[in-house]
């Protein structure tokens, strides 16, 4: 597909960004083009803002401008909600695709004396758990993105009823790196040619369009999944290490493996899951850190991710 990358970007501060705070801006004219389902079908997405997702601040769609130009494009009906995710509301509202994107643990802080420590729980309520499951598998489709503890990784629980194993570190391959400054948080460009990319996944094999399948995917400072390996939809390479910052912050812990996924994909019952560590791989913000500026990531100019996205909504709303 074609790429159009303009320079023109509205500057909007600061951002939490996996291991620190840094200023970013949002790129506002690429487009991406594809050929639309527009007027074709009538499927629904409803989007999870009512538990501290990144569009439950003012900014947070915009930092998502052209995912949502492509939903739009593509003639799915958005509906954003405040709601609890239970089964009652799911029913009423008959999604066929639930996106999830991003979600921070609750954060408490107990005081004993002079001592304080910090309780961290899921906003996910146990009901709203149990319900998402049974509306996945009643036919439904949920699109989740994830990423390090505590900031994305509050929808754990939701993981574990879908049999899937978080790690919710840093996922990090020397190898790979793509980025002047090594550190603990891997930088990827995903691609057939470093098995990164698995074009054998239904989600590709399915695809209505060939012309939108990705050849190569940029992938920023995710966490670690893995279910089982035809699940893989962004496999990391063989002993990818898997960084956890202890409690102290002053040592990591160090894990590494060959079954690490940065994306995964499966069918659950009569539905579809698809599990991204990445929470930046559809948006379109420049990052700049350490006088590098970085494209987060939808229009980065030398990899398709917009065409990741086009395949994974259509994949999960059985369009294809």
């Not at 086009?310 to 994949?315: A, E, F, P, Q």
Request: proline share 4%.
């Amino acid at each position: 597909m074609k790429k159009n990358l303009y320079h023109l970007i509205f500057f909007i501060g600061t951002l939490s960004y996996a291991q620190g705070t840094v200023e970013a801006e949002i790129d506002t004219l690429f487009k991406y083009q594809f050929k639309s389902l527009k007027d074709t079908h009538q499927k629904k997405i409803l989007i999870d803002k009512g538990h501290n997702t990144i569009y439950s601040i003012p900014s947070g769609e915009a930092t998502a401008r052209e995912m949502f130009r492509i939903i739009e494009t593509d003639g799915f009906e958005v509906r954003f909600t405040n709601q609890k995710l239970d089964s009652t509301y799911l029913s009423q509202v008959n999604p066929d695709l639930l996106i999830v994107h991003g979600m921070p643990n609750n954060k408490t802080i107990l005081k004993n004396g002079d001592k304080e420590e910090i309780l961290y729980t899921s906003p996910l309520k146990n009901i709203e758990v149990e319900s998402i499951a049974k509306y996945v598998n009643n036919g439904g489709s949920l699109l989740l993105f994830l990423s390090h503890f505590p900031g994305g990784s509050g929808a754990l629980p939701l993981l574990e009823a879908f049999s899937v194993k978080f790690r919710d570190g840093y996922a990090y391959h020397n190898q790979y790196h793509t980025t002047k400054k090594k550190g603990i948080c891997g930088h990827f460009r995903m691609n057939t040619s470093n098995g990164m990319l698995n074009l054998n996944h239904p989600l590709f094999t399915s695809s209505i369009d060939k012309k939108t399948i990705p050849t190569s995917v940029r992938f920023y400072c995710g966490a670690a999944i893995f279910r089982n390996p035809e699940d893989e939809i962004l496999p990391f390479p063989n002993n990818t290490v898997n960084y956890t910052k202890t409690t102290t912050s002053k040592i990591r812990m160090e894990e590494t493996s060959n079954d690490y996924a940065g994306m995964i994909g499966f069918e659950y019952g009569k539905g579809r899951v698809i599990i991204c560590t990445d929470q930046g791989i559809f948006r379109s913000l420049n990052l700049f850190i350490e006088n590098e500026k970085i494209a987060v990531t939808i229009h980065d100019p030398e990899t398709d991710n917009a065409g990741l996205l086009v395949n994974t909504l259509r994949w999960l709303t059985k369009l294809q």
